[in-house]
């Protein structure tokens, strides 16, 4: 088994020293859903939300919330990201939720892009769970990296 970057010899949390990391491109893109009612789904639709548009809160929430990934994950190193989207579309059963984000530096931005996405979705169930308390959010995952030592990725099934 390959040895945890995050511990140290003793097995102690650490922060992973990437200084002699090169710099370089590096973008990330995650995905997720949320699940809920025909009605709820059709408020977010039609605007009828009494909390206000739902969809761009739940995008501007998500945008913030990858510039914050390092203050919420603990050995996250804090980014200068180039750039962060969320985009959210309104299908069957619910909301699909994408998120990408990219730096040029020396590690990637897969929290930063997992965290936009995850931020999108509870924002989505915040605005409108006076709608549908039973919304369901899943499926939140990597879908692809770019860049960096260990090169590209993608999801087996993306």
Same mark, same amino acid.
């Given at each position: 088994?390959?040895?945890?970057?995050?511990?140290?010899?003793?097995?102690?949390?650490?922060?992973?020293?990437?200084?002699?990391?090169?710099?370089?491109?590096?973008?990330?893109?995650?995905?997720?859903?949320?699940?809920?009612? #025909?009605? +709820?789904?059709? *408020?977010?639709?039609? =605007?009828?939300?009494?909390?206000?548009?739902?969809?761009? &809160?739940?995008?501007? /929430?998500?945008?913030?919330?990858?510039?914050?990934?390092?203050?919420?994950?603990?050995?996250?190193?804090?980014?200068?990201?180039?750039?962060?989207?969320?985009?959210?579309?309104?299908?069957?059963?619910?909301?699909? #939720?994408? +998120?990408?984000? *990219?730096?040029?530096? =020396?590690?990637?931005?897969?929290?930063?892009?997992?965290? &936009?996405?995850?931020? /999108?979705?509870?924002?989505?169930?915040?605005?409108?769970?006076?709608?549908?308390?039973?919304?369901?959010?899943?499926?939140?995952?990597?879908?692809?990296?770019?860049?960096?030592?260990?090169?590209?990725?993608?999801?087996?099934? +993306?």
């Amino acid at each position: 088994m390959a040895r945890l970057t995050h511990l140290d010899e003793s097995g102690h949390a650490h922060m992973v020293d990437i200084s002699g990391k090169a710099v370089t491109r590096r973008v990330a893109v995650a995905e997720g859903r949320i699940l809920m009612s #025909a009605d +709820a789904r059709q *408020a977010i639709a039609d =605007g009828a939300v009494p909390k206000g548009d739902v969809l761009a &809160a739940a995008r501007l /929430a998500g945008i913030m919330a990858a510039k914050k990934t390092a203050d919420l994950i603990p050995l996250c190193h804090p980014l200068p990201l180039t750039s962060v989207s969320v985009d959210l579309v309104l299908e069957d059963g619910g909301v699909h #939720a994408s +998120a990408a984000a *990219a730096t040029t530096f =020396g590690t990637g931005v897969e929290m930063e892009a997992m965290t &936009a996405c995850s931020i /999108a979705l509870l924002t989505i169930y915040d605005m409108a769970k006076a709608l549908d308390k039973a919304m369901r959010i899943e499926g939140i995952r990597l879908l692809s990296k770019h860049g960096g030592k260990s090169g590209d990725w993608h999801a087996p099934d +993306a």
